[in-house]
């Protein structure tokens, strides 16, 4: 396979410099993704901790008289 030509460098060197360049671009693009998961885990926790544990999601009726609260 021969040697690169310069084109090919200059490829990776853009490549290099938008991943690394800057202020650390792919770390701050990370940082963010961390923001957004961490966000959205304190909204699930947010809406099941304001709710009584028989109104959180996926809570069956256990007896037959709560089947009938449900029905009216």
Do not use: C, Q, Y
């Not at 690169?4 to 650390?24: E, K, M, Q, T």
């Not at 923001?35 to 304190?42: E, I, L, P």
């Not at 959180?56 to 008289?65: F, I, K, Q």
């Amino acid at each position: 396979m021969g040697s690169f030509s310069i084109w090919h460098w200059v490829i990776v060197a853009v490549v290099v410099l938008l991943l690394f360049g800057g202020r650390g671009k792919l770390s701050a693009i990370m940082g963010d993704a961390a923001k957004g998961v961490r966000a959205f885990r304190d909204g699930l926790k947010d809406t099941d901790e304001n709710k009584p544990s028989d109104e959180r999601a996926g809570a069956l009726p256990r007896t037959d008289a709560e089947k009938e609260d449900l029905k009216s």
